[in-house]
């Protein structure tokens, strides 16, 4: 049996670790962008030492100006790769600490949801793309979800191993059913009609790829959102992350409590849901009526 590598060992002891699929590929891609950085392949950084990695982030962060996301995601794969499997200590991971910035999230009214996703002309990306809004998902919520998932008789949709590896479960509409139902039927036809080469199939899966073979790309569906948000000629900067912005503020303008949206959008924290109060109409409507009846004997 051959020696492991430096790449093997580190995706070993993520397995060990635990870490979800997602971050073991934001880590490992972490790392070849320092391999290459470094001039050498992933499989050669033992020899890593800690000036060559105060450049890299340096470099990052003064020349690229990578976003804070970014460095963030490199931090954690490279300290990951420094600390647990070349078992070093460097200093200079705990310097690389970039500038948090507030920034409030986009969001579409529903006539521009509605613009958006009647300008969608795949089937299961539009029915994709509705369902992540009307259940307040994430994109690789709403795109790895199975037929079973979907719970008609409590109205429920399970959300499997959310971020933090946490599942959920949040309310089905029922005219999101309605729609699945059209989906359902409608695609069922269209794969009798295809012809690839295997027997129609649509596996378990609730949005399938072309050969049936799996759930549908988290990039098909990006591609398909940024053509037609540029189609549709609205000038906000919007993402499929922004749909699951809209819903939270939709159901807090509705009068849901902040923390029922909470646990729907699956938040640890009830700071991270608070942002949406900044944002809400309703809500600065409301504190101008009370600021103008506490003027008003003024």
């Known amino acids: 049996m051959s020696a492991l590598t ?23 891609d972490a790392v070849k962008s320092l391999a290459k950085f470094c ?30 996301g970014t460095v963030t995601i490199y931090r954690g794969g490279i300290r990951f790769l420094v600390e647990t499997t070349l078992k070093r200590t460097w200093p200079v991971l705990d310097l690389v600490r970039p500038a948090k910035r507030h920034a409030l999230p986009v969001v579409l009214t529903i006539d521009e949801l509605r613009q958006v996703l009647a300008q969608v002309r795949d089937l299961r990306v539009r029915m994709c793309l509705t369902v992540i809004y009307s259940c307040g998902l994430r994109l690789t919520e709403g795109s790895g979800l199975l ?25 089905l509409a029922e005219r999101t059913l309605t729609l699945l139902r059209e989906y359902w039927r409608a695609y069922g036809r269209l794969l009798l009609q295809q012809q690839w080469g295997h027997p129609p199939s649509r596996g378990p899966w609730l949005f399938p790829n072309r050969d049936g073979t799996g759930s549908i790309a988290p990039t098909t569906l990006q ?20 749909l699951r912005h809209s819903y ?10 902040l923390r029922v949206i909470q646990v729907l959008l699956g938040h640890r924290s009830p ?12 809500v600065t409507n409301a504190v101008h009526t009370t600021i103008n009846t506490l003027m008003a004997p003024l």
């Open 6 to 28: 430096l790449i093997d060992r580190m995706r070993e002891d993520m397995q060990l670790r635990g870490l979800a699929p997602r971050s073991q590929k934001s880590y490992l």
């Open 39 to 68: 001039g050498r392949p992933p499989t050669e950084l033992e020899t890593l030492t800690e000036e060559e990695l105060r450049a890299f982030f340096l470099h990052l962060v003064t020349e690229r100006r990578a976003a804070r």
């Open 147 to 171: 037929t079973a998932d979907v719970d008609r008789g409590r109205m429920v949709v399970r959300v499997r191993a959310g971020k933090g590896g946490r599942d959920r479960y949040v309310p």
């Open 223 to 242: 591609k398909t959102f940024t053509a037609v948000m540029r189609e549709s000629g609205l000038t906000k900067h919007a993402s499929i992350h922004t």
């Open 248 to 257: 939270a503020t939709h159901l807090l303008e509705a009068g849901v409590h």
């Open 271 to 282: 700071q991270t849901t608070a942002i949406y109060t900044h944002i809400t109409p309703s």
